[in-house]
């Protein structure tokens, strides 16, 4: 089964009025699709922040799949 990193991202503004992106948390999930390993660390993140919505926190989701190389490599 494929491993997919997943980020949860916030947008924040130092003093000077600066935008930086910083990670609110990272996860690795393994799953058959994209689609389930966003779902899984979704909820995984509201479960560890004690949350319903991860919107609270971040304001986006980053994540990297596999590229052909690491699945040719795994298998």
Known sequence: MPLFEVRFIK??????????????????????????????AEADFCRQRHVHDWMIFADAVEFRAPTALERARAS
Request: proline residues 3%.
């Open 11 to 40: 947008t924040v503004f130092d003093d000077t009025g600066h935008e930086h992106r910083a990670c609110q948390a990272a996860f690795a999930i393994e799953a058959p699709s994209l689609t389930d390993a966003v779902r899984r």
